[in-house]
């Protein structure tokens, strides 16, 4: 069984930062990708941020130049850090991680519980 367990959010005024984690536990062989998504009420969830495994990143031009993804492969842990926030950056965030539990298994796509983001004055 593998869990990702998410921390970080939080409510935080226009410019501030927050710094999101992602940790994933349980049975795991291997990672490769791992993305950082956001819900906003009444829209569909959209892609804020990707891995790979080699490190090579990419990014919605929304958050371009404000947020980093980074990841620290020894704890399965994946992090976010978005400065000079906005309000329309306010939204749920979830991590995902393409986990492979067993050699010669495929990997599967897992996904956080979600945490809330809220950027107000």
């Known amino acids: 069984q593998v869990q990702l367990v998410e921390s970080g959010g939080g409510l935080v005024q226009p410019g501030g930062s927050l710094r999101l984690s992602c940790a994933a536990s349980?049975?795991?062989?291997?990672?490769?990708?791992m993305g950082w998504y956001r819900q906003a009420p009444g829209k569909q969830r959209e892609v804020v941020a990707r891995?790979?495994?080699?490190?090579?990143?990419n990014y919605a031009d929304v958050v371009k130049g404000r947020f980093t993804i980074s990841r620290d492969n020894a704890k399965n842990t994946i992090y976010l850090q978005m400065n000079s926030l906005k309000s329309e950056d306010t939204a749920v965030y979830y991590c995902?991680?393409?986990?492979?539990?067993?050699?010669?298994?495929?990997?599967?796509?897992?996904w956080g519980q979600g945490t809330q983001v809220t950027v107000s004055s």
């Open positions: 891995i790979t495994g080699g490190g090579s990143t």
């Open positions: 349980g049975s795991i062989f291997s990672i490769n990708v």
């Open positions: 995902n991680q393409g986990i492979a539990t067993r050699r010669g298994d495929p990997f599967r796509s897992y």
